[in-house]
């Protein structure tokens, strides 16, 4: 359908002003920017990323006229509105959020909600595990990328870690992200995170360290100082006996443990890394491979048993959350609300 000459004049005017009116702003940020030192916008070809019918003339007229604040605000308020009224997809939200995150990348809450989205709104939208890799990897990549944008806002760290920890069981990395906020002011129990994803990982000795950390912060500290009894009870003797080289002493006396408690998942994690370290490597595959059969959130008994799967030439399925890193969002199939599973 055509559109009419007034219609078409009105549209003009519109974006007429906003560009003649965006000149004082523009100078303003120019300012702030190189003589204040503040950062750069993204560029703005990075929309070309993401769905440009996202965008409707007005926003496109508050871009090109300087307004990219006024434009994310105004693409976040129809965020909600998808929400609300649950028209399109989730995959359509997460278009929007997307681009937000380009418009205004110093705005913080987009940069959250968006990662968030992918790894747990959308996660759940679908059963296929390579599309939920492809979720988490977006994920993590859209904190980094927040990261880079906000090196100083720690709740983005936070975010990254609880992702690692949470959804992928990646203790290592996990430590890591949190390990990061401590430069900045922090809660107390981003230390305990710490020590916590070191007890899982196992990392025994680190995980001590990091829980007499926090209680050199916090003495009354009740979570450090129970985790810290128990670790000395139930694990430290046999990480001893491994330190010392003594495989059999240590899976002796872990073993003995976990006759009494069977279910204990760090106690068998380091059970799994005694039997590596002894080069038992296919009795470890097999304690791996139990742990990742009798639990489907044990991740990281999955991962292990891929790895040492793959280097005993055993014929092992790929972990789901590495497979297919660079696959787009946009090249995924959406599920529509009345689709659900």
């Given at each position: 359908?055509?559109?009419?000459?007034?219609?078409?004049?009105?549209?003009?005017?519109?974006?007429?002003?906003?560009?003649?009116?965006?000149?004082?702003?523009?100078?303003?940020?120019?300012?702030?920017?190189?003589?204040?030192?503040?950062?750069?916008?993204?560029?703005?070809?990075?929309i070309?990323?993401?769905d440009?019918?996202?965008?409707?003339?007005?926003?496109?007229?508050?871009i090109?006229?300087?307004?990219?604040?006024?434009?994310?605000?105004?693409?976040?308020?129809?965020?909600?509105?998808?929400?609300?009224?649950?028209?399109g997809?989730?995959?359509d939200?997460?278009?929007?959020?997307?681009?937000?995150?380009?418009?205004?990348?110093?705005?913080?809450?987009p940069?959250r909600?968006?990662?968030?989205h992918?790894?747990?709104n959308?996660?759940?939208?679908?059963?296929?595990?390579?599309?939920?890799?492809?979720?988490?990897?977006?994920?993590?990549?859209?904190l980094?990328?927040?990261?880079?944008?906000?090196?100083?806002?720690?709740h983005?760290?936070?975010?990254?870690?609880?992702?690692y920890?949470?959804?992928?069981?990646?203790?290592?990395?996990?430590?890591?992200?949190?390990?990061?906020?401590?430069?900045?002011?922090?809660?107390?129990?981003?230390?305990?995170?710490?020590?916590?994803?070191?007890?899982?990982?196992?990392?025994?000795?680190?995980?001590?360290?990091?829980?007499?950390?926090?209680?050199?912060?916090?003495?009354?500290?009740?979570?450090?100082?129970?985790?810290?009894?128990?670790?000395?009870?139930?694990?430290l003797?046999?990480?001893?006996?491994?330190?010392?080289?003594?495989?059999?002493?240590?899976?002796?006396?872990?073993?003995?443990?976990?006759?009494v408690?069977?279910?204990?998942?760090?106690?068998?994690?380091?059970?799994?890394?005694?039997?590596?370290?002894?080069?038992?490597?296919?009795?470890?595959?097999?304690?791996?491979?139990?742990?990742?059969?009798?639990?489907?959130?044990d991740?990281l008994?999955?991962?292990?048993?891929?790895?040492?799967?793959?280097?005993?030439?055993?014929?092992?399925?790929?972990?789901?959350?590495?497979?297919?890193?660079q696959?787009?969002?946009?090249?995924?199939?959406?599920?529509r609300?009345?689709?659900?599973?």
């Amino acid at each position: 359908m055509r559109l009419s000459r007034s219609y078409k004049a009105i549209i003009l005017i519109i974006l007429a002003t906003l560009i003649v009116g965006s000149i004082p702003l523009d100078n303003n940020i120019r300012y702030r920017r190189l003589v204040l030192g503040m950062k750069q916008p993204m560029p703005l070809t990075k929309i070309v990323d993401f769905d440009p019918t996202a965008l409707t003339g007005v926003m496109i007229g508050a871009i090109l006229g300087g307004f990219r604040e006024v434009a994310a605000a105004m693409m976040w308020a129809k965020v909600h509105t998808l929400w609300s009224t649950g028209k399109g997809t989730w995959f359509d939200a997460l278009y929007v959020m997307r681009t937000v995150t380009v418009l205004d990348p110093h705005w913080i809450e987009p940069w959250r909600i968006t990662s968030w989205h992918m790894a747990y709104n959308l996660y759940v939208e679908t059963d296929d595990a390579k599309q939920r890799a492809i979720l988490l990897d977006k994920a993590i990549d859209c904190l980094k990328e927040g990261i880079s944008w906000n090196p100083e806002e720690i709740h983005l760290y936070m975010d990254l870690a609880w992702i690692y920890f949470d959804k992928l069981d990646d203790y290592e990395k996990a430590a890591k992200w949190f390990r990061a906020t401590l430069q900045m002011e922090h809660p107390a129990h981003i230390d305990r995170m710490i020590a916590h994803a070191y007890e899982q990982l196992p990392d025994i000795p680190k995980a001590l360290d990091w829980y007499d950390y926090c209680l050199k912060r916090n003495p009354n500290d009740p979570i450090a100082k129970g985790a810290t009894l128990t670790i000395r009870e139930r694990y430290l003797p046999a990480w001893r006996l491994l330190e010392a080289g003594d495989y059999e002493g240590a899976l002796a006396l872990l073993n003995q443990y976990l006759e009494v408690d069977p279910s204990d998942v760090i106690g068998r994690h380091v059970r799994a890394h005694i039997l590596e370290e002894a080069g038992r490597l296919e009795e470890a595959y097999d304690a791996w491979q139990q742990m990742s059969d009798s639990s489907a959130l044990d991740d990281l008994a999955r991962r292990k048993a891929a790895e040492l799967g793959t280097a005993l030439g055993k014929d092992v399925a790929p972990v789901a959350t590495q497979v297919l890193r660079q696959q787009r969002p946009d090249q995924m199939t959406p599920l529509r609300r009345s689709e659900k599973r």
